[in-house]
């Protein structure tokens, strides 16, 4: 069978089905590929034959670059299974002060660079130390040309990661030639590097270590590496089972996911005074209250306080203890210094200590009952696993406003661990949050409920005033389905079937894409997004060639300010085809 190379992604196709080349041809006016032609004509991907160098692969850093800044450390690489240890670049400084090597001295943006032999990663050797978490550490290049197009078609929306670091996003820009970058890689060495040097400072047991994936091939198949950069963490030497790292990707959450796995993740409490000082040094603490500190229901909660790493615990078995704080039972404590400073979770005596029962309690209790947004709590909040947020929208600036915190603290409780209570301050920073609720600032004071899992967005009926009482009403009126979601629109143009590209919105979407008369291709865009504006010019040329069909509708949707009963847009820009006849038919979306 004859293959094709595909121009937008490097990839040789099959060809297309008997049948289809005119619709290829006509595609191929909007500049993209055999491969793009595959998905939206055939609904999926082609089968295909990597290339060397595809985009999404994984390749080494310049040479040159590495050893500089290998020598630099006076760092040594990690060899193969033999494991043996040479200086790189000059003679060793006899052991690393910082525990590891750092990135940060590689340019700021991508340049090109000449392809070389594998970056030298700094290592130690597995058995060298008690513990290691070792880094399998890569870049990416293309091969010799600009990967943008490629990039968006096929990794930011197919697969889990992107190489060049836009986390399927999209890029703002071009990725030169040759460029030795990993995106996701990069980001993260330096923060790697800072963590080694925080353990280093502390004298920990613990050694930090990079590894070149593609250059160490047998060590990436021994420990099943598939994507960069893997963490794995080794004890006393062990190489037969390396436990994944789960923590956060910045140095201090690396370093204490570690402090917590070579030490105690929780602190031994033999009187009141350690209890007290626990207590009172930290916003939030919980303290295990075990009778028996060799029960399994104690090792569960220290599993658990392994990686709840923005928590401090402490643990006990002391009967004053229990007595200080009213406790006969084996119980978990939260103590905190905010809403009602103390929440209980009881150990069940007969089913024992459940973790995720646990973890939930935990979540549900370490966050205020009112929260409000902004860039350092915004993590926090999509992270508490509570999956109704409950807005309400104020300007801080006015008096009036701020009195309405109370009554919308006071509703929070009873909703504690199914509606998460959010404050949007219209007069901070905070315009993308408005946009996303279609709102102004002058909307102010108002409610908006979303269900993070299905997207969907509700507002109150009545539109009356914000107080204990309605906000109580509007939450149980949407979490018992007695109110409709909302969908995002602009306002029809008088003009919008004037051009020969049509502008649809959500108003009158469904009257022209599912026109039972009509043969109607739809671009769903973003009005910020780069891709979306390189195709804007083919996208006019393919209308402007089919404006005297009349069975023939190109159109346009800025998806970002209309929303859709029928489907969700998720990637711009997503194209679709609405092929004339009955039964509402949509051809599957050509992903970007």
């Not at 040479?63 to 003679?91: H, I, N």
């Not at 001295?105 to 060298?128: F, M, N, R």
């Not at 920990?204 to 060590?219: C, F, I, R």
């Not at 350690?274 to 930290?282: E, H, K, N, P, S």
Request: net charge negative; charged share 20%.
């Amino acid at each position: 069978m004859a293959l094709s190379r595909c121009p937008a992604c490097c990839l040789f196709l099959p060809p297309l089905p008997w049948g289809l080349g005119a619709a290829a041809w006509a595609l191929s006016l909007l500049g993209l590929g055999l491969c793009a032609t595959w998905q939206l004509l055939l609904g999926f991907w082609p089968p295909y034959l990597l290339l060397p160098h595809a985009p999404w692969q994984h390749h080494e850093l310049p040479a040159s670059a590495c050893a500089a800044a290998a020598a630099a450390q006076g760092f040594v690489p990690m060899g193969s299974r033999t494991g043996t240890q040479e200086p790189l670049g000059g003679a060793s400084r006899g052991g690393n002060p910082q525990g590891g090597w750092d990135l940060g001295a590689e340019p700021p943006h991508p340049g090109p660079g000449p392809a070389g032999a594998p970056c030298p990663a700094g290592g130690i050797l597995l058995g060298g130390h008690e513990e290691a978490l070792v880094l399998g550490l890569s870049t990416a290049r293309t091969q010799g040309r600009m990967e943008e197009h490629a990039c968006s078609l096929l990794g930011c929306q197919v697969w889990r990661g992107c190489s060049w670091g836009c986390g399927g996003l999209g890029h703002s820009q071009p990725r030169p030639p040759d460029a030795p970058w990993c995106g996701h890689c990069q980001a993260l060495a330096p923060e790697y590097s800072k963590a080694a040097a925080v353990l280093a400072a502390e004298s920990s047991v613990v050694m930090l270590a990079k590894v070149d994936g593609p250059a160490q091939p047998e060590l990436a198949e021994e420990f099943g590496v598939t994507e960069y950069p893997t963490l794995k963490f080794f004890r006393d030497g062990n190489r037969t089972h390396p436990e994944e790292y789960t923590g956060p990707r910045e140095a201090e959450g690396i370093a204490e996911w570690l402090r917590r796995r070579v030490g105690p993740s929780a602190m031994r409490l033999e009187d009141e005074a350690a209890a007290q000082v626990l207590i009172d040094g930290r916003d939030l603490v919980v303290i295990g209250f075990f009778q028996d500190l060799h029960d399994e229901d104690v090792a569960t909660f220290l599993a658990l306080a392994q990686d709840a790493l923005d928590m401090t615990f402490g643990l006990t078995d002391r009967p004053q203890l229990f007595q200080q704080f009213g406790l006969t039972k084996d119980t978990v404590v939260v103590f905190k210094k905010f809403d009602e400073g103390r929440a209980d979770f009881p150990v069940d005596e007969e089913l024992g200590l459940d973790l995720g029962d646990l973890s939930r309690f935990l979540v549900t209790h370490s966050m205020r009952l009112v929260t409000e947004f902004n860039s350092q709590t915004s993590a926090k909040i999509f992270a508490a696993r509570i999956l109704n947020h409950l807005l309400l929208f104020v300007n801080q600036t006015l008096a009036a406003h701020r009195e309405l915190l109370v009554g919308f603290g006071e509703a929070a409780p009873h909703f504690r661990g199914q509606v998460l209570f959010v404050v949007v301050d219209v007069a901070a920073d905070n315009e993308h949050v408005l946009q996303y609720f279609g709102l102004k600032a002058e909307a102010a004071p108002t409610l908006r409920l979303v269900n993070l899992e299905t997207t969907k967005k509700y507002a109150p009926v009545d539109g009356g005033p914000v107080t204990t009482a309605s906000i109580t009403a509007f939450c149980h009126a949407v979490l018992n389905g007695q109110v409709k979601p909302y969908l995002l629109s602009q306002e029809v143009p008088p003009d919008w079937d004037q051009r020969p590209v049509k502008t649809l919105v959500g108003k009158n979407f469904e009257q022209v894409a599912f026109d039972e008369t009509k043969n109607v291709f739809i671009k769903f865009y973003a009005p910020w997004c780069t891709h979306c504006k390189e195709m804007a010019p083919a996208w006019e040329a393919l209308a402007e060639k089919y404006q005297d069909h009349e069975d023939v509708i190109i159109a346009e949707l800025d998806a970002t300010a209309n929303e859709l009963d029928a489907f969700a847009v998720h990637g711009f820009p997503t194209l679709k085809y609405f092929p004339a006849g009955p039964g509402r038919k949509i051809l599957l979306p050509l992903l970007r």
